[in-house]
């Protein structure tokens, strides 16, 4: 039987008294595995595998982001506070197994674009999601790891996303056994 999570609440270990923070429109299928809020803590995003809400509390502003981009199996989210970015890693879109990362701003999440969209039809595991910046030359990367499940293959991408550049390069790609 699985359990339908439906809310944000807040405990009090003391009291034991529970407070509801928010109540989501439609229940998540199963626990979210990420919950990256803005630096305020008033916009998030938060999933599971099989489930992907961005949520504004000031606006009460719900969006179920699987649905809105067709989007499946998240493994990894993060957010990027200076330029006040979501980053969504997914192993699926349209029902394609592949590689894919979506970019959605913090206040726009209806105009996110997609950075990457590898179609490999391959499942992926173990990732991981950074970003780096060098202040002093202006320039924004991310690092994306993954291992490819079955034919076990360890991969890197690197990833130019300056601010300054409308076009994303792809700086460097490993794939190792």
């Given amino acids: 039987m699985f359990a339908k999570i439906d809310q944000i609440f807040c ?15 439609e229940r998540f299928l199963s626990q979210p595995q990420f919950f990256h809020p803005n630096e305020d803590q008033t916009i998030l ?3 599971s595998n ?8 000031r606006t009460n502003q719900e969006i179920d982001i699987d649905d809105t981009y067709n989007i499946a199996a998240i493994k990894e989210i993060t957010y990027d506070e200076d330029d006040k ?6 192993n699926k879109l349209n029902e394609k ?6 970019s ?6 209806e105009g996110a674009k997609f950075l990457i969209k590898w179609k490999n039809k391959l499942d992926i595991g173990d990732t991981n999601f950074y970003v780096l910046r060098n202040r002093a030359e202006n320039l924004k990367e991310i690092i994306i790891s ?11 991408v690197c990833m130019d996303v300056s601010n300054n550049s409308e ?3 792809l700086i460097f790609r490993h794939e190792s056994f």
């Fill in 167 to 169: 076009e994303f390069n």
């Fill in 11 to 25: 405990l009090n270990f003391v009291t034991e008294e529970m407070t509801t923070i928010f109540k989501f429109k």
């Fill in 45 to 47: 995003v938060t999933a």
């Fill in 85 to 90: 970015i979501f980053y969504i890693l997914t």
């Fill in 146 to 156: 993954f291992k490819t499940i079955y034919i076990n293959t360890y991969n890197v």
């Fill in 50 to 57: 099989r489930d992907g809400v961005y949520l504004n509390m």
């Fill in 104 to 109: 959605m701003k913090e206040n726009d999440p």
């Fill in 97 to 102: 197994l592949g590689f894919f990362v979506l």
